[in-house]
């Protein structure tokens, strides 16, 4: 997997919004759903490249497609 600098948990709102993804629930995780994929990503800034990694990859898209909506 390339290396993903750490992103804002509030960029990666936007960039998983404009892929199609909505927010669900929010509290200490941010709850996002597309159709039958959910994803959650942590309330931290910066999200670490190996849990950032796995939230891409539960999404159905690879590293290159989140980081053009970036």
Same mark, same amino acid.
């Given at each position: #997997?390339? @290396?993903?600098? /750490?992103?804002?948990?509030?960029?990666?709102?936007?960039?998983?919004?404009?892929?199609?993804?909505?927010?669900?629930? +929010? /509290?200490?995780?941010?709850?996002?759903? @597309?159709g /039958?994929? =959910?994803?959650? =990503?942590?309330?931290?800034?910066?999200?670490?490249?190996?849990? #950032?990694? *796995? =939230?891409? @990859?539960?999404? *159905? #898209?690879t590293? @290159? +497609?989140? &980081? &053009?909506?970036?």
């Open positions: #997997m390339p @290396k993903l600098p /750490g992103v804002s948990h509030r960029r990666t709102v936007r960039a998983f919004e404009k892929a199609g993804f909505w927010v669900v629930r +929010e /509290g200490n995780h941010i709850s996002m759903t @597309k /039958g994929r =959910i994803i959650i =990503i942590p309330r931290a800034n910066p999200i670490n490249a190996f849990p #950032m990694g *796995g =939230i891409i @990859k539960d999404a *159905g #898209m590293v @290159k +497609e989140f &980081k &053009k909506p970036l």
